[in-house]
């Protein structure tokens, strides 16, 4: 199956600092990749549509200026959380697009604001 | 509308019995079904996935049952196994004329018991 790695796998930071968070599709070229959230035992929520080229379509109630998603090429995806405190401690993950649904999954970020 | 309801919420087999996990749908633009497997600490995987002109589609231990009339989809897992253990997510897509979008169920956590 088609391969999307994602990393930092976890990461702790100091409250107020900034996250990047990058996602590759490896052997595939994904114009379309998107941003989940994923609190323990629950489901993942869309937080983004990353389209390569053009801005990110996010989904209501997720904060633009806060979650920067950048789609640069069609293998990269990098998602940003600014100015980051303890509530947006979670586990973030990326998925990219093989076409109708089809959709392959990095391994995940668990992000840690202390 | 968007919603994907997915029962039960957690599900304890034996060994080698049969894992049954039900999700039904109301929206019928819903065109593509995929089931998702997700260990603890990764991203999910896809696992098995139906179009809803097909009433069955089987891999392996895994089968999906679908009933469009009913709007009402489940996997099976024949011969459960402990490496089965996992969090089983139903999903459902729809395309937003930019991207395909899933929309996910909340999630069954299976226990296989030895």
């Known amino acids: 199956g088609a391969v999307v790695s994602q990393h930092p796998s976890r990461v702790i930071c100091k409250s107020g600092t900034s996250v990047k968070i990058e996602c590759r599709s490896l052997?595939?070229?994904?114009?379309?990749m998107f941003w989940y959230r994923q609190f323990p035992k629950q489901s993942l929520m869309l937080m983004a549509t990353s389209n390569e080229g053009s801005k990110a379509t996010y989904e209501q109630g997720v904060e633009k200026d806060k979650f920067l998603i950048n789609h640069a090429s069609l293998t990269l995806s990098t998602l940003t959380v600014t100015s980051a405190h303890p509530e947006d401690s979670s586990f973030y993950i990326c998925s990219a697009s093989l076409g109708f649904g089809k959709l392959f999954f990095g391994s995940g970020t668990q992000l840690s604001v202390l | 509308q968007q919603q994907v309801k997915q029962s039960p919420q957690s599900l304890i087999v034996q060994k080698g019995g049969i894992s049954i996990i039900n999700c039904a749908y109301e929206n019928t633009a819903f065109d593509y079904f995929p089931w998702y497997q997700q260990f603890p600490g990764k991203g999910p995987a896809l696992l098995i996935a139906?179009?809803?002109?097909?009433s069955e589609k089987k891999e392996g231990r895994f089968t999906i049952s679908f009933n469009k009339s009913a709007k009402q989809f489940s996997l099976h897992i024949m011969d459960s196994q402990p490496g089965d253990s996992a969090t089983y997510f139903c999903?459902?897509?729809?395309?937003?004329?930019?991207?395909?979008?899933?929309?996910f169920g909340t999630g069954t956590r299976l226990q296989v018991t030895l």
């Open positions: 999903a459902a897509r729809t395309d937003t004329g930019t991207a395909s979008k899933l929309t």
């Open positions: 052997d595939f070229q994904a114009t379309t």
């Open positions: 139906i179009r809803p002109d097909v």
